[in-house]
Structure formats: structure tokens, C-alpha cells
């Protein structure tokens, strides 16, 4: 049984939630707070495997809540936040800071069993998470200096970079993204994320990588030095125009129960790039992607998958791995220099 305590200042949503997750027999909601400090107590008297919290409260706000409880009292925390600019930029910085995972709040713009199924797989998650210590890039990307010295100036617009992750993944991401140069290949990204944190996502990346970063829009052009990220409650696809690489955003049936789905994205690579392709599967829970690498690694591309002991949650990777997916699997902090690696194997054959 995963214990639960719902931190919010809204009545509303801590009756919709409590009854919601009432619903699922491997959930308990022990107990609701109004603010941090009525949370504060209630964590210590009841123990909570799961910590539920809003972002906008009285008397302390979620983030300096997150701070202080990631320091003195660590428990996997998932941010239920409104679908606001403010309150997104917000959720960001709280992944940064130790939470687990982001929702949409109740009303925002799905309804509440979409929100309830997306916050109880987030709970499974979240109560398996290894809570790992969280730190600040520096903002020039620490990593670009490492840079293989084979790709200065390099620029390859038959190569594509794929990368899908779940829960832990946005730290992830980040962790590798640091790590490139500007001179890589086009780079796609499905990252299980509600709509609208996507481009506050991708702001956060593109103020600390040395590559471009922005959410994906319908039609762009995937090109050398640009990171598009699936924007939320969307599926992302490759697709080949002539020469060109786009990518096409489009509405669609939830795979795995997700609006971006890595599956949906990795299958297109696999379709239209074949073996000019790179992808790489992160820390998440479920097994939304380990079908579409498989299907990559069979079409030619080399295939990577984040090792056990680097996840935040095994779940992802490991279904890949179990199924042949992944060429290679490696701790997360090498991940970066590997796909460097992979992209100048390619120049060489090429060359």
C-alpha cells in the first residue's frame, strides 16, 4: 500500500484527489494539508511513501516547502500544479530541486479521471523513485568542453539524435543535453510531460545547453544544433520531406496512457531514418519506448539505454533491455559522450 499525503490549499482539490485516489486499492491517502507548515506535521505523525504539493499556497510557498523538506526530510514529492506560464516555469525549477514528477491540476484543461490515471501512475513511480541529490549546470553547459575533438565543425543532416524519458527524466535530459556541443545533429525528444510545461522545459534546457532548444512546433525542420521537444498532450513524429528532416505534431489515442509517446516518436525514426538514426531511452516508469527502440536498433540505429543503477525508476530502459533493444547500456553521465561517439563513428564511415 503506497501511503499518500495531499498538500494543497484548494478544499476542492484535496476532496477530488482524496476521492480519486481512493478509487485504486494500492493507494492511501492518510491524510490532506492546507498549507507546509500543517503538511510539516502531519508528514512526521504519518509517514507518507508520497507527497502530493501545489506550488501556490499560503504562508509558504510549494518550492521553499520543497527545499526545505528535500534537506531535512526527503520524500518523493509530485507537483499538482494549475497549467499557468508562472506555475510551470515554477514546476520546472521544483524537478530541479528533488520533486519527482509534474501534473496538471484538476479543471486545467483535462478532466479529472485523464488526471487522476496520469497522478496514479506518477504515484506507482514516485514511490519506487530513487531520490538522488539535485544540482544546478553551470549555465555554458560544463560538459562542451569534453567535447569529442572530431566533431568541431561538424554538421550532418542525414543524422538524427532520439531521446525519450519519463519520470527522473527532465533531470536527466538536462544532464546529457550540458554535455554537447553545438555542432551535433538534429536532436528530437519526448519527455512524458503535461501540456504546457513542455515549453517551460524547453526554456530551462536552452538557457543551460549550448545547443538550441525549443518546444516543437508542426512542420519544423530538424537540423544540426537544434533540440525540438514533443510539446505536451501531443504526439511528436519524424517525418522526410525530400532531403529534409520535419517533425509533425499531432493529436492522437494515448499509447502507454501518454500525449507525447516515446513509442509513437522512435517508430517514425525507425521509419524514416532507419539506420541514420541514434536513440536513447532514459529513467521511467511503465515500458513506453523499449517497443519503438527495439524498432529503431532493427531498422540500423544505434541504440542506447540508461543503466539500473542512474534511474530514478528502472522501468523504461529496463523493458528495453529485456528486449533486445538497446546496443549499448550505460550509466547516465556517459551517455553524452557516447552519442558524441556514435555520431563520429558515423563521419568516419561516411567520410
Known amino acids: 500500500m503506497i501511503r499518500v499525503l495531499v498538500v494543497d490549499d484548494s478544499a476542492l482539490v484535496r476532496k477530488l484527489l482524496t476521492e480519486e485516489l481512493s478509487r485504486y486499492d494500492d493507494i492511501e491517502v492518510v491524510g490532506t494539508a492546507v498549507d507546509p507548515y500543517v503538511a510539516r506535521e502531519k508528514i512526521v505523525a504519518l509517514k507518507p511513501d508520497v507527497i502530493t504539493l501545489d506550488i501556490e499556497m499560503p504562508r509558504m510557498d510549494g518550492l521553499s516547502f520543497l527545499v526545505k523538506l528535500m534537506k531535512h526530510y526527503p520524500v518523493p514529492v509530485i507537483i499538482v500544479s494549475s497549467l499557468t506560464p508562472t506555475n510551470s516555469d515554477a514546476a520546472i525549477r521544483a524537478l530541479s530541486l528533488g520533486a519527482v514528477d509534474v501534473i496538471g491540476k484538476p479543471g486545467s484543461a483535462m478532466s479529472v479521471p485523464d488526471i487522476s490515471r496520469q497522478l496514479v501512475q506518477s504515484i506507482r513511480a514516485a514511490s519506487r523513485a530513487k531520490l538522488v541529490k539535485r544540482t544546478e549546470p553551470v549555465a555554458s553547459g560544463p560538459g562542451v568542453t569534453r567535447a569529442l575533438p572530431a566533431l568541431a565543425g561538424l554538421s550532418m543532416t542525414h543524422k538524427i539524435i532520439a531521446l525519450g524519458a519519463s519520470t527522473g527524466g527532465t533531470q536527466a535530459l538536462e544532464t546529457v543535453l550540458t554535455k554537447l556541443p553545438p555542432g551535433m545533429p538534429g536532436i528530437v525528444i519526448c519527455q512524458h510531460m503535461p501540456e504546457k510545461f513542455t515549453a517551460s522545459f524547453a526554456q530551462r534546457l536552452n538557457s543551460v545547453c549550448a545547443l538550441e532548444v525549443r518546444e516543437a512546433k508542426d512542420g519544423d525542420a530538424v537540423v544540426p544544433g537544434v533540440v525540438l521537444v514533443a510539446p505536451g498532450n501531443f504526439h511528436m513524429m519524424l517525418t522526410l520531406s525530400g532531403a529534409q528532416y520535419q517533425v509533425r505534431v499531432k493529436d492522437g489515442p494515448r499509447v502507454h496512457h501518454q500525449r507525447p509517446a516515446v513509442d509513437v516518436l522512435f517508430a517514425s525514426v525507425a521509419k ?80
Not at 280 to 307: K, N, P, S, V, Y
Not at 319 to 333: Q, S, T, Y
Open 272 to 351: 524514416h531514418a532507419g539506420r541514420n538514426a541514434i536513440g536513447a531511452i532514459f529513467t521511467g516508469m511503465g515500458a513506453d519506448g523499449a517497443r519503438g527502440l527495439l524498432q529503431m536498433r532493427d531498422a540500423g540505429a544505434h541504440t542506447i539505454a540508461q543503466d539500473e543503477a542512474s534511474c530514478v525508476v528502472f522501468g523504461m530502459p529496463r523493458e528495453a533491455i529485456k528486449m533486445g533493444a538497446a546496443v549499448d547500456i550505460l550509466p547516465l553521465d556517459e551517455i553524452a559522450h557516447a552519442l558524441q561517439a556514435a555520431v563520429t563513428r558515423e563521419r568516419m564511415a561516411v567520410a
